[in-house]
């Protein structure tokens, strides 16, 4: 048992809208937003991607995942390849365009923190990296648990 004070109840009702906020203030915009989020599931799955895995992922109806796709497959940024474990299925993929596109994300997402936290010290700039990134990872976990067969 932790025997660290619990962090002020005020403070933690303001996670959620914070993160809401970040979403909409260092992205280009929604169409960036959701082409960023899908390039990145993409690239970031263990395994094979299906339409229906992303909209599991997203958090979507299927329809709204596919409108997404054809959109990113009609930039030339992903594509849809036979699977290698069942060749019934079809798969995404990011083609060449779609993995710089992706990486151009990512540099301008740094960009912004950067010019975001100018006047955060290094080690400022470090922690929040380390705690995002674990939150991001530990957000991650909890989720698959939750979608899991058989989870609580």
Sequence with gaps: MS???????????QVGPALSRLRRRTSGG???LTRNLVLNLVHESPGEMTVGGLAAEMRVAQPVASRTVAACIADGLLRRAVS?????????EL??????ERRRFASEQRETFELITTAWTAAER???ARFLLRYSRDSANWSS????PGAE
Excluded: K, N
């Design 95 to 100: 083609t060449d365009a779609g993995e710089a």
């Design 30 to 32: 929604r169409g960036d």
């Design 145 to 148: 648990r939750r979608t899991s």
């Design 126 to 128: 470090e922690q929040f």
């Design 84 to 92: 290698q474990a069942d060749g019934r299925r079809t798969v995404l």
């Design 3 to 13: 025997t660290s004070p619990l962090p002020d109840d005020d403070l933690l009702d």
